[in-house]
């Protein structure tokens, strides 16, 4: 059995980031280590040749458990030169999701018969993530999938410094979230006066003790694409996160949501101005969740919102009320999404591509990425 593990970061602010928060949690005990005395593991790490020597290290840490692989971007063909050249060249507000997207594909192109499990340089994972995502494996799960909670950087990083270790139990790293959440992830509370204006996550307090979370996109940790999937194994046209999964895994109970942080857990560690609203609005209604999933999703996707994600720093708490109340307002929106496609005229040809990507099979899925840079193509 083998792993292929993939990360794409370069950069000195960003690779020491790396190493210090991100690798040092994957080497926890339950998670890399555990996987190692499993299987084989390789470790594909895409970056640019000035920044190898920063990752030296921690390399050694992780050699004894994996294979590392250094791919550089400009070995990479792209667009009649080579990746760096087009880095260069980018747009530095979107460069990270294109070469990300870009890099995953070019590992996903040599797999065989083995695991992918993908990885944002900027992810804590919680010990013992790794560990039961083999075991899910070796229960027949193709993809495993993960809500993720966002941590705010700026205040996180003086209490992880050094002490990280402290912080990994899955308890303790919701607890963390919980007192350093960024403001992505506050923006998604069902109840905000100012939500988000881009409500792919939706959040329900359960007291102090933790979070009710659904989501339709949530992280592909590990993905065997299957034989159906084609092209869908090594490709998707948006982050990895809009249809990956679903892309490369046509049988839908062969996809697994983790159900609670106990499980796998995962904390993405951004600065509090990363992806900051301007726009952001009042509560969150029925009517704007439905206008957003029929105009943002695929209908494949509900096998993901209609599961509850338990975020848990504590068993006290009225879990299950708010649990009940969470899958009310879920499926009310897909109900009012019911009446809106009831009422939408086919006679106009863009209606027609909107529900086709809505009701379709995965493979006509436009996530808003891939819909903006079509835009040209699409009917008046």
Same mark, same amino acid.
């Given at each position: 059995?083998?792993?292929?593990?993939?990360?794409?970061?370069?950069?000195?602010?960003?690779?020491?980031? #790396?190493?210090?928060?991100?690798?040092?949690?994957?080497?926890?005990?339950?998670?890399?280590?555990?996987?190692?005395?499993?299987?084989?593991?390789?470790?594909?790490?895409?970056?640019?040749?000035?920044?190898?020597?920063?990752?030296?290290?921690?390399?050694?840490?992780?050699?004894?458990?994996?294979?590392?692989? #250094?791919?550089?971007?400009?070995?990479?063909?792209?667009?009649?030169?080579?990746?760096?050249?087009?880095?260069?060249?980018?747009?530095?507000?979107?460069?990270?999701?294109?070469?990300?997207?870009?890099?995953?594909?070019?590992?996903?192109?040599?797999?065989?018969?083995?695991?992918?499990?993908?990885?944002?340089?900027?992810?804590?994972?919680?010990?013992?993530?790794?560990?039961?995502?083999?075991?899910?494996?070796?229960?027949?799960?193709?993809?495993?999938?993960?809500?993720?909670?966002?941590?705010?950087?700026?205040?996180?990083?003086?209490?992880?410094?050094?002490?990280?270790?402290?912080?990994?139990?899955?308890?303790?790293?919701?607890?963390?979230?919980?007192?350093?959440?960024?403001?992505?992830?506050?923006?998604?509370?069902?109840?905000?006066?100012?939500?988000?204006?881009?409500?792919?996550?939706?959040?329900?307090?359960?007291?102090?003790?933790?979070?009710?979370?659904?989501?339709?996109?949530?992280?592909?940790?590990?993905?065997?694409?299957?034989?159906?999937?084609?092209?869908?194994?090594?490709?998707?046209?948006?982050?990895?996160?809009?249809?990956?999964?679903?892309?490369?895994?046509?049988?839908?109970?062969?996809?697994?949501?983790?159900?609670?942080?106990?499980?796998?857990?995962?904390?993405?560690?951004?600065?509090?101005?990363?992806?900051?609203?301007?726009?952001?609005?009042?509560?969150?209604?029925?009517?704007?969740?439905?206008?957003?999933?029929?105009?943002?999703?695929?209908?494949?996707?509900?096998?993901?919102?209609?599961?509850?994600?338990?975020?848990?720093?504590?068993?006290?708490?009225?879990?299950?009320?708010?649990?009940?109340?969470?899958?009310?307002?879920?499926?009310?929106?897909?109900?009012?999404?019911?009446?809106?496609?009831?009422?939408?005229?086919?006679?106009?040809?863009?209606?027609?591509?909107?529900?086709?990507? #809505?009701?379709?099979?995965?493979?006509? #899925?436009?996530?808003?990425?891939?819909?903006?840079?079509?835009?040209?193509?699409?009917?008046?």
């Amino acid at each position: 059995m083998r792993y292929d593990v993939f990360v794409t970061v370069w950069g000195h602010d960003f690779v020491n980031k #790396f190493t210090e928060f991100s690798l040092a949690s994957q080497l926890a005990h339950g998670n890399l280590p555990a996987l190692a005395e499993q299987a084989d593991v390789h470790y594909h790490i895409y970056t640019d040749r000035e920044s190898q020597a920063l990752f030296e290290p921690s390399l050694a840490e992780l050699a004894k458990i994996a294979e590392p692989h #250094f791919h550089f971007y400009d070995e990479i063909a792209y667009g009649g030169d080579t990746l760096d050249q087009a880095i260069a060249n980018s747009d530095p507000t979107t460069v990270k999701h294109n070469v990300q997207r870009l890099t995953a594909q070019h590992m996903l192109s040599d797999l065989s018969e083995s695991a992918a499990v993908l990885l944002d340089s900027d992810f804590i994972i919680a010990d013992g993530s790794f560990a039961r995502m083999h075991d899910l494996r070796v229960q027949g799960k193709r993809a495993i999938a993960t809500s993720l909670m966002r941590l705010n950087e700026n205040t996180a990083v003086p209490v992880l410094r050094g002490h990280i270790a402290e912080h990994l139990s899955p308890r303790a790293l919701v607890g963390l979230c919980l007192e350093h959440m960024h403001p992505i992830f506050a923006g998604y509370f069902a109840d905000a006066k100012q939500s988000t204006s881009y409500p792919s996550q939706l959040n329900w307090r359960v007291g102090s003790s933790g979070v009710i979370a659904h989501g339709l996109f949530p992280h592909p940790l590990m993905v065997i694409p299957d034989h159906a999937s084609g092209e869908g194994g090594n490709k998707y046209f948006s982050t990895m996160d809009y249809d990956y999964a679903l892309r490369a895994v046509s049988d839908d109970s062969a996809i697994h949501l983790s159900p609670s942080s106990d499980e796998i857990l995962i904390c993405k560690m951004t600065p509090d101005t990363y992806l900051t609203e301007k726009d952001q609005r009042s509560a969150l209604t029925i009517d704007r969740m439905a206008h957003f999933i029929l105009n943002n999703t695929n209908i494949r996707h509900r096998i993901f919102l209609d599961q509850s994600v338990q975020f848990v720093a504590e068993e006290a708490g009225d879990w299950e009320i708010v649990t009940n109340d969470a899958g009310r307002f879920i499926e009310a929106s897909y109900k009012a999404v019911e009446l809106a496609v009831n009422q939408l005229s086919t006679k106009d040809p863009l209606t027609l591509v909107h529900l086709k990507s #809505f009701l379709g099979p995965i493979e006509d #899925f436009m996530s808003p990425q891939l819909q903006s840079r079509m835009q040209g193509w699409l009917p008046k």
